[in-house]
């Protein structure tokens, strides 16, 4: 068997073992008690999906942390591996990872207090926040559901940023507007997912409540939610940058290769949030209350968005949306960003929830 063969078969184990692990659970509603007291078919299967991970980890094809919740209560909660190899330091349950794509529902979040506090409508034009912006047409629906049709803007900064300075997102801006590439397809036509849609939701952010991303996030969602490990690091302005974050790796058949730092770690909102599995926790579960914004709030931005024809899309407001074998809504996000690969999963009709962070780009 070949060595790629060997990878897809082991990896098709892990996922096959999580699932069925996850679905087991959906399809019998068994429910684990206030004293955490499994019965002997639960602690089987616990094993076995530390089991699959553990050996997963040995063979480096993971290296990193899992936090697995059923009916609201953590049942898994294990790191596997190094955080840095070259210090050979392992990781622990406060090991910090970027959090590439998942970044978007906190950036969604942001909107949504927002639309609260009655500081924006999710259908006024993006160009209401930034005059200058050359798609007439584009509303905040459309970046919150990726129906926009916007040009990817990391092609641009890519092409265009020759300072040695990292831009932030309204250097992304100013070249979107100088160059004012057309749309993919009318606003509203499709689904195309785009970066650009949460670099700007950011700016919009900025842009009305006079506070940096960073600082709106922390006031508004990590300190109320006490999520003490999770902050914003963006290269443009260095905050946080003592904070212990571990670094991103790209695995090679015989080692690791630190993720080196480019150009677009200064952009935030679409990436560029760090956390823990346990404040993502912390998050997950302020998702069932009115913690931060209403529930009624909440319960829009776990719909399909639409598109202009009235059809369904599979994206709300930061989150991926489906439905398993069972009929259960799946809100879920994916996030790949500089070694990083991670993964959260919720189902919130059992509450249930799969959290996981890797950092070594397997």
Not at 79 to 91: I, Q, R, S, V
Not at 97 to 102: H, R
Not at 199 to 219: G, P
Request: aromatic share 14%; hydrophobic share 35%; charged share 25%.
């Amino acid at each position: 068997m070949t060595l790629v063969k060997k990878q897809i078969k082991l990896l098709s184990t892990i996922i096959l073992g999580i699932v069925l692990f996850y679905m087991y659970f959906c399809s019998t509603g068994e429910l684990v008690n206030s004293n955490l007291k499994y019965t002997k078919s639960e602690e089987n299967k616990i094993r076995k999906i530390e089991d699959i991970l553990e050996k997963a980890n040995s063979s480096r094809y993971f290296n990193g942390n899992v936090l697995v919740a059923i009916n609201g209560k953590v049942i898994v909660d294990t790191c596997y591996g190094m955080a840095n190899f070259e210090e050979k330091d392992t990781l622990t349950k406060n090991s910090i990872f970027q959090l590439a794509s998942l970044t978007k529902q906190f950036t969604a979040m942001g909107i949504m207090i927002l639309k609260e506090d009655g500081k924006l409508d999710y259908d006024d034009k993006v160009k209401k926040y930034i005059p200058d912006f050359p798609y007439s047409k584009v509303t905040i629906r459309h970046l919150l559901n990726h129906t926009s049709g916007l040009p990817n803007y990391i092609y641009q900064v890519d092409r265009f940023w020759n300072k040695s300075d990292a831009p932030y997102n309204d250097d992304a801006i100013k070249i979107l507007n100088r160059e004012r590439l057309g749309l993919k397809f009318y606003a509203g036509r499709r689904f195309d997912y785009s970066n650009t849609n949460y670099m700007l939701l950011a700016s919009i952010i900025e842009k009305i409540s006079n506070k940096r991303y960073s600082k709106f996030l922390k006031k508004y969602i990590f300190k109320p939610l006490d999520m003490e490990n999770t902050f914003v690091y963006s290269t443009a302005f260095r905050e946080n940058q003592d904070r212990k974050m571990i670094p991103g790796y790209r695995h090679y058949s015989r080692g690791y290769n630190k993720f080196p730092i480019t150009k677009f770690d200064g952009i935030v909102g679409d990436k560029g949030i760090y956390s823990t599995t346990g404040d993502l926790y912390k998050w997950d579960q302020a998702l069932y209350s009115d913690k931060i914004v209403s529930k009624e709030t909440l319960d829009e931005a776990f719909q399909n968005g639409k598109k202009n024809n009235g059809s369904k899309v599979g994206y709300g407001f930061g989150f991926r949306i489906r439905k398993d074998n069972y009929g259960n809504r799946l809100i879920y996000h994916n996030g790949l960003w500089g070694g990083f690969r991670n993964s959260i999963s919720r189902n919130i009709k059992k509450k249930n929830t799969i959290i996981l962070l890797e950092h070594t780009n397997c």
